[in-house]
């Protein structure tokens, strides 16, 4: 039995930042997949894991845990991970540049919410207008908001704001939005390229069909 089971769905960014901690963790876990598309997340299955009929989900512990936050913390409070600063000032920088991303610009990204701007007004196109509206100005400010040095967003070390910021980056490059003249992002993109953790918990390592 695997120590930790994540409802998830491969490209919910949310999800990805959850599979990474539990690759930097060394958690022995497993993906059970939610089909966001599919609209298995509205189903009484997983709303009785979720009332939000959100993923991701996390099973640990006994518990099932929700919102990436959250659920980071947890890791982090049960000695899992180390991935908030230790000093507050450090910390509080870190936790403005994971909610800048968490509670600001992905929110207004969500699946849900860009398919409801499409479908008032009937028209498609929209879904990606809205997309590029919102990413491209929220990016910048994530960009002025990291470390002139790094390698990471917050120094030399590995913090939750690299767990967010990565995951929002494919969802920039999937809607067509130029990240490439934003030098701090493409260097915390670069230095977290590298890492193993990062790689496996790609959408494409979680759902090769998609290569």
Avoid: K
Avoid at 129 to 140: A, V
């Amino acid at each position: 039995m695997p120590e930790a089971v994540l409802y998830d769905y491969w490209r919910s960014t949310a999800s990805w930042r959850v599979r990474i901690a539990l690759n930097l963790a060394g958690i022995d876990w497993e993906s059970h997949s939610v089909d966001l598309l599919a609209g298995n997340q509205r189903g009484a299955a997983h709303l009785a894991r979720n009332p939000q009929g959100l993923v991701p989900v996390l099973e640990i512990d006994g518990l099932a845990l929700t919102q990436s936050l959250a659920i980071l913390d947890y890791l982090e409070d049960t000695g899992r991970v180390s991935l908030r600063p230790s000093e507050p000032a450090q910390a509080a920088r870190m936790r403005s540049i994971a909610q800048a991303i968490a509670c600001d610009l992905h929110p207004v990204c969500n699946l849900r919410v860009a398919a409801h701007a499409a479908a008032l007004t009937g028209q498609d196109d929209t879904r990606g207008d809205w997309m590029r509206h919102f990413i491209r100005p929220g990016l910048e400010a994530v960009e002025a908001l990291l470390d002139d040095t790094g390698p990471y967003c917050i120094g030399e070390t590995l913090t939750q704001a690299d767990l967010c910021l990565i995951p929002q980056l494919y969802n920039a490059a999937r809607w067509g939005v130029e990240t490439g003249d934003l030098p701090r992002i493409t260097r915390v993109a670069g230095a977290c390229a590298s890492l193993d953790a990062f790689r496996r918990a790609e959408p494409e390592a979680m759902h090769p069909a998609s290569i």
